[in-house]
């Protein structure tokens, strides 16, 4: 049995979208190999996040969880301890990849798992990289697939140009160049997502960013600090465009991040004619935020390629609907990382979409979308993508007749009160 869902009249109020996953990710890793006390506000309670904690705490890290504060007591990378059982990410793609590279530096065996999900993405993208750093990491197809076994200990510096343009990439390199010998640096092709350069500093270390190369000289300790962490742009892309395609809405989003590596979505829907404005920005902190206020709007198509592409990586779920309610033709491109996320993104959004009536069609790197469509109410399911149960929520809010969308549980990977604040708005 699925979730029942049904049409919604109008979207009106105000919500403060939960705390952003991949700074929330950062503050408790950077947190338990720091020395001393980090205090985290504004922590994504998603069970993704979770997993990052769950891991730590199997390293011997104390860690204290009350709702959305943490308080992370760390040791030095030097203070992690062998673990005693496999280290779970369950469905968390950056807790994986980062933890490689921080365990990269730790002297001892560790095991990596995941769920179903995690099992089928591809990890030789940061294994290959670490390995030439000195790590030792044995697994499924040559380290490419979970279980990963991984033993560090002295990485040296290296210089990487990356094929794609990943933060998880990025940051796994950077972390394993922390304690090593020398300088490690990190090239990529566009620019992806600067979180962890940005809280590095916040922590004390040195990051030198120039252009596409990020570099770190090893042998640096970080201390503790307080971090705030901002709304979840990717979550406020749900309601961005809910308050665009819903009849009679105008929502306001409180204190969303707005980290230019970031906020693509906001560029492309400004370029479709939504209408967003902007209100309390605060620019002066290491990660930027603001408030936003969408109303419902008259949407156009548009072409969505190339270094906007990493910008708006997770939003093009979301993104994909609004194109289904926009006047004319909707093209992305250069957007084949799409179909290593938690599900093949591409394949996931058009078979769904298409069910509901949509006129969308799958390419190699992307897809093209004709509006405007219909959407009719249908039988959908999420496959266990938190993303994709969301988009589609959302569709059912403007479809004719009744949508039943299976495995909606997912939706707890990033957003476990989604359903409440949709409910919230639609009263
Ligand atoms: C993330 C980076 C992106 C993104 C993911 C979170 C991060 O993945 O899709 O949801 O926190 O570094 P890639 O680095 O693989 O593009």
Do not use: W
């Not at 979730?3 to 109008?10: A, D, E, G, H, W």
């Not at 990289?129 to 002295?154: C, D, R, T, Y």
């Not at 989003?253 to 605060?282: C, F, H, W």
Request: glycine residues 10%; negative net charge.
């Amino acid at each position: 049995m699925g979730k029942q869902l049904t049409p919604i009249q109008s979207l009106n109020g105000t919500i403060k979208v939960p705390g952003d996953k991949s700074i929330s990710h950062r503050a408790v890793m950077f947190g338990s190999i720091a020395e001393g006390k980090t205090t985290i506000n504004g922590f994504l309670t998603g069970e993704d996040c979770l997993s990052t904690i769950s891991c730590f705490k199997k390293l011997g890290v104390n860690i204290e969880q009350d709702n959305e504060q943490v308080t992370v007591n760390g040791k030095g990378i030097s203070g992690l301890k062998p673990p005693t059982e496999d280290l779970y990410v369950g469905n968390s793609g950056t807790t994986i990849r980062l933890m490689l590279g921080i365990l990269a530096n730790t002297p001892f065996t560790s095991v990596l798992t995941g769920d179903e999900s995690i099992a089928k993405r591809p990890m030789n993208r940061v294994t290959q990289p670490l390995k030439q750093m000195g790590a030792e990491i044995e697994g499924n197809e040559s380290g490419n697939k979970v279980p990963l076994q991984v033993k560090g200990g002295k990485t040296k510096g290296f210089h990487y140009h990356s094929p794609i343009a990943s933060a998880q990439v990025k940051s796994a390199i950077i972390l394993a160049g922390l304690k090593g010998d020398g300088t490690t640096s990190v090239t990529e092709p566009l620019k992806s997502r600067d979180h962890t350069e940005r809280m590095l500093e916040a922590f004390g270390a040195k990051v030198e960013c120039e252009g596409l190369t990020v570099s770190i000289h090893g042998g640096q300790e970080l201390k503790g600090t307080h971090i705030e962490v901002p709304g979840d742009i990717s979550s406020a892309a749900f309601f961005l465009v809910a308050g665009a395609i819903v009849p009679n809405s105008t929502i306001t989003l409180q204190k969303v991040g707005l980290n230019p590596t970031r906020t693509g979505i906001l560029d492309v829907l400004n370029q479709m004619g939504a209408e967003i404005s902007y209100q309390n920005m605060n620019d002066e902190v290491s990660e930027p935020f603001g408030d936003l206020v969408i109303k419902t709007s008259s949407l156009k198509g548009t072409v969505i390629k190339g270094d906007l592409i990493p910008r708006l990586i997770d939003e093009i779920p979301i993104i994909a609907l609004a194109a289904t309610q926009a006047e004319g033709q909707t093209i992305i491109q250069d957007a084949q990382e799409l179909r290593v996320k938690e599900t093949d993104r591409i394949e996931t959004v058009v078979n769904e979409l298409k069910k509901m009536g949509a006129d969308i069609e799958a390419t190699e790197d992307g897809m093209i979308i004709n509006g405007q469509t219909m959407l009719k109410g249908a039988p959908v399911q999420s496959h266990g993508d938190h993303r994709i149960g969301m988009m589609l929520s959302i569709a059912s809010c403007i479809a004719e007749g009744e949508t039943t969308l299976s495995n909606s549980e997912a939706i707890a990977v990033s957003y476990p009160t989604f359903y409440n604040q949709l409910e919230r708005l639609s009263n």
